[in-house]
Structures are given as C-alpha cells and as structure tokens.
C-alpha cells in the first residue's frame, strides 16, 4: 500500500508542470506573417507568455491597419488570456487618422499592460544610389522641391508620419509615395523608383546587411549598437525624434492582479539573454514598462502622432 501511495504522489507531482502548461494565451498580431509585428508577437508568446505558467500560441488577424487583429482582444474577456501585439501605429496613429474606419477604438476600448522593445528607426536609401549622406539628401530636396520621392507602408503609417515630421521640421518638399507595407516600398527604394525611406530598422536589416541599403541616420539619440558609427537624424533637424515601440494590450476591464502579473513576467522574460539577443539583432531595443508607465506612454503619443498628422493635413481617404 505504502509503495501505491508514493507512486501516486509522484505521479501526481510530474503531471503538475504539464497541467500548468494546458493554459494557453493567445497572442494576437494584426498583422501578416514574416513582419517585425508578427515576430514580436512570436517573441511574446515564446518567452514572456510561460512565465505566466501557461503556452503562447500566435494568431494573425490582419487588416484594417492592426485594427481587425485589436478587435478580436477588444471583445475578449479581461481574464489576460486574450492579449495583442500592440506596435505604436495601432495604439496611438490609427485612431487619430480622420478617415479610418474602426471596428472599435483603442483609446477606450483596449489597455496597454506592458511595453517589451523600443523599435530603432531609419532613414534608408538605395546604396548604389547617388545619396550618400543627409546634408546630400536635403540638398537634394532643396534643389528640386517637389521631385524628391520617399516611401512608406501606408497613408498614415509610422514611416508615413516620420518623415512629414522631418519635411516639417527642415522645410522640405517631398513627395509620398505609400504602398501596400514595407517590403514593396523597399523593392522600389532598391530598383531607384523611390528615393528614401525612414522605417523601423527590423524591417531593413537584411539589404543593410547585404550591402544593398544604405543606413543614412537613426531616428533617435538613442540609435542602436548595432550601427554605432550612424549619427542621429537630430544631428542635421535638431531635436527631431522619431521611434516606435512594440507592447502588450489586452480588453478593458483585466483585474489589478492579472496586470500585476503580466509585467512580472515581461519583466523576466525580457531578462533572458536569448530574447535580449534576438530583439537587438532585429533592431529592436529590450525595453521593460509596467502597466502605468506603458500607458503614459500610450497618452502622450496620441498627443504628439496626433499634432503630426492635423499640422500635415493627412487623411486616410
């Protein structure tokens, strides 16, 4: 009998960590597969979800820049099974983008609850081409006002926003040309159909790599150890900042304790050597933030994208 009863125990104690594992967190990404988006949310799952003794599991929803993706979470339950990828364009340049239409808004209907990597920006041009610096670039602009050309994934994207900040900012006339994502933008930066382009850097590291892009500047002091030889866009437009990040959102309503314990385990998880690696090697900076100063953050970048996109006059239609 006693050797039945210790079997059982240890039965019992061996099958605790895969019970513990039959908790699965879905992790939403709005967008498709293969972007820095969608590796975000794969970095998520992979190192930040087991902390919460569960199993990350990606789902892409695609659409509606990010918006189709913040809806399934938005009608979740608050219980912190359901959560988002959120990059910085769904939560605060979206919703202030007149023109979009929104299966529902972020600003009241989804809660950041923890931010995970600051995203480097950069301004990038066709190496082979004839621009090999920014005094060059904007010289260039200033020259022949309106025949410039630069890139973007979209009307009312990051890029998009970015560089009216910079043509602002320099009294610059520059034309846009949006496409549908980075990667046919950066096909035509390379073939010469478009001059530049100011995108996250995780989006361009294998033509940097490859010797095919040329890195001109970096978005924000900060730059990244990656590039550290590349001066910052506010070297040549001073105080110009431009970069992104990428978070973890989920339904108004999650409880205190939930909250608590997701910024517990990003915190962990962004601790891990391995996930610090792949982020810096992407271009993206490990970057831990609790559910408040995530928020703030949120607040005060709906302000200023917000600023951005009235002073430009951008409309989505």
């Known amino acids: 009998m006693r050797r039945i009863l210790l079997a ?71 219980d912190g099974m359901t959560v988002l990828q959120c990059p910085m364009g769904t939560m605060t340049i979206t919703p202030n983008l007149p023109g979009v239409s929104m299966p529902i808004d972020p600003r009241t209907e989804l809660l950041g609850i923890s931010d995970v990597a600051l995203s480097t920006y950069a301004l990038v041009v066709a190496a082979r081409g004839p621009i090999a610096d920014v005094p060059a670039l904007m010289a260039s602009a200033r020259a022949r006002p309106g025949s410039m050309t630069y890139a973007s994934a979209g009307v009312g994207s990051a890029q998009h ?3 009216e900040l910079l043509k602002a900012r320099a009294g610059l006339d520059i034309v846009h ?68 990040w ?13 909250l608590a314990q997701w910024s517990e385990a990003t915190r962990k998880g962004l601790e891990n050597p391995a996930l610090r690696e792949r982020l810096l090697a992407n271009g993206l900076t490990p970057h831990f933030e609790d559910t408040r100063t995530f928020n703030a953050r949120i607040a005060a970048d709906l302000r200023s994208w917000g600023e951005v996109i009235r002073s430009a006059g951008i409309r989505a239609d």
Do not use: K, W
């Open 161 to 163: 926003l970015s560089v």
């Open 177 to 244: 040309a949006p496409y549908r994502g980075a990667t046919p933008a950066i096909v035509d930066i390379l073939g010469g159909r478009v001059d530049f382009m100011i995108t996250n850097l995780g989006d361009v590291m294998s033509q940097v790599r490859g010797g095919e892009l040329r890195v001109l500047a970096m978005g924000d002091d900060a730059g990244s150890p990656l590039f550290p030889d590349v001066r910052p866009i506010s070297a040549f437009v001073p105080g110009l900042q431009m970069a992104g």
């Open 8 to 78: 059982a125990v240890a039965a019992a104690c061996l099958a605790l960590p895969a019970a513990a594992q039959e908790r699965t967190v879905r992790v939403i990404s709005g967008y498709a597969a293969g972007g820095t988006g969608d590796l975000m949310a794969r970095l998520i799952a992979e190192y930040i979800v087991p902390h919460l003794g569960a199993r990350g599991v990606v789902e892409n929803r695609t659409g509606a820049n990010g918006l189709i993706g913040a809806e399934v979470v938005a009608r979740a339950t608050p």
């Open 246 to 258: 990428f978070g973890v959102c989920g339904p108004r309503g999650i409880s205190e304790d939930v």
